[in-house]
């Protein structure tokens, strides 16, 4: 086994003891050089940005050149381009003008509206790594941006380079889903951090995952950012480490005090203008900055875009299964089967993942994950619940992650 493990240049198991800030120093002296990216207008921050009508003009005028095939392959380029800036590059990408002002105002003014409502109800929305209660989130605007006004939405998500720089890092069939964060005048910003899927799990839980599988969580998902405002760097845009998705151990290495300090005296933070678009690998090291203006509500639409492989091939009602097997369940333990058999049974038929979760009814408030269906069941077990109160229970749960209430 040992011999197995030393031929491997990067280790199984990952774990607090392989988070150097040397290597991630390392990382960052990396120079991103204009060359390698011929569609960008320039680097700025160690990033490259792109004129996004620009790019889009041109690929239309390929188009009306040399038809579909030719446009089809000036496409790939670019989307080759993004790939490489997002994986091996800084991994990020700034698109200047990827959405019309007029379209973005149109939204904003809806999201100012639901904001308002929360707060008359007296709902906090919580953060996942900001202090809760000091920004204003809007969880699941994509949904609620759809009912409350489709026209608004139709015109903001048939932005082509949205389109464009997800199917480049996805593929086709991703799935976008959406939080408004706004950082009110003299709100803070969030501490460091990597993204969902390994980003919003404890440390304890992600040195449990192969190292393979904190290769793959970072191609799983894209994270995006579109500016609603102008974003001076006094109003608080996003501080970005470029070049750090590279650190293998990042998913461990951000929560340990001495990434923390190096983020605050490394990190860049590149101004956006309202339409802006950021997109990035969600393993980037970045914390949305502090608004330390008085009259500027720093308002961002953050995108999600999933892969369309991050689900199972069959549909199974996780709740009738485990109200099926919870008397025997019951039983076993009562008769002393041991607690690591009964936990795999378990997990083979409830719901072991949060997510997707309702967030404004499962928050990450003192938490960055609400409890599972398997946690509840565990509980359950535990604690000698009757099955009606389990069934009881996991409906109670079930609602909670049902959009509509």
């Known amino acids: 086994m040992s011999d197995t493990a030393d031929r491997h240049r990067t280790p199984i198991w990952l774990s607090e003891v392989d988070c150097r800030v040397d290597d991630l120093r390392a990382l960052l002296a990396t120079e991103t050089l204009l060359t390698d990216y011929p569609h960008a207008v320039e680097v700025s921050h160690n990033v ?12 239309a005028a390929v188009a009306s050149r040399g038809g579909e095939t030719v446009r089809d392959r000036a496409l790939r380029m670019l989307q080759a381009e993004f790939v490489g800036a997002l994986s091996d590059g800084p991994g990020i990408v700034v698109l200047a003008g990827a959405f019309e002002a007029e379209v ?37 605007a994509l949904e609620k941006l759809a009912v409350t006004a489709p026209d608004v939405f139709v015109d903001y998500y048939a932005n082509d380079m949205l389109a464009v720089v997800s199917a480049a890092w996805l593929g086709p069939g991703y799935q976008v889903t959406s939080q408004v964060n706004v950082v009110n005048p003299g709100g803070t910003g969030q501490t460091v951090h990597r993204d969902y899927h390994l980003g ?51 998913y461990l290495a951000w929560r340990l005090p001495q990434f923390r300090d190096f983020f605050e005296t490394a990190a860049v933070q590149p101004p956006l203008a309202k339409g802006d678009a950021v997109f990035f690998n969600p393993a980037l090291l970045h914390a949305a900055g502090s608004n330390q203006t008085t009259d500027i509500r720093r308002m961002a639409n953050l995108l999600q875009v ?78 000698d619940w009757t099955s009606p109160q389990l069934e009881e229970r996991l409906r109670v749960h079930a609602a909670r992650h049902q959009t509509q209430q």
């Open 200 to 250: 919003f799990l404890e440390n304890e839980a992600v040195a449990k995952y192969p190292a393979h599988v904190h290769r793959l969580s970072q191609v799983l998902t894209l994270q995006g950012a579109v500016a609603h405002c102008d974003m001076p760097v006094e109003s608080g845009p996003t501080r970005y480490l470029p070049h750090s998705q590279k650190l293998m151990s990042g």
């Open 306 to 383: 999933s892969s369309a492989f991050g689900r199972a091939m069959e549909t199974v009602d996780r709740v009738r299964v485990t109200t099926a097997i919870f008397p025997v369940l019951r039983q076993r333990r009562a008769t002393a089967m041991k607690e690591t058999s009964l936990r795999n049974a378990l997990t083979s038929a409830a719901e072991a993942y949060a997510f997707p979760a309702n967030l404004d009814l499962d928050q990450p408030v003192g938490g960055l994950a609400p409890q599972t269906q398997a946690d509840l069941a565990w509980q359950a077990l535990r604690e």
């Open 48 to 59: 490259p940005v792109y004129d996004a009508p620009r790019l889009l003009k041109a690929i």
């Open 104 to 140: 973005v105002d149109r939204a904003s003014a809806v999201f100012d509206e639901m904001i308002s409502e929360q707060r008359a109800t007296g709902a906090e929305a919580g953060d996942h790594f900001a202090t809760p209660g000091s920004n204003d989130r809007v969880w699941n």
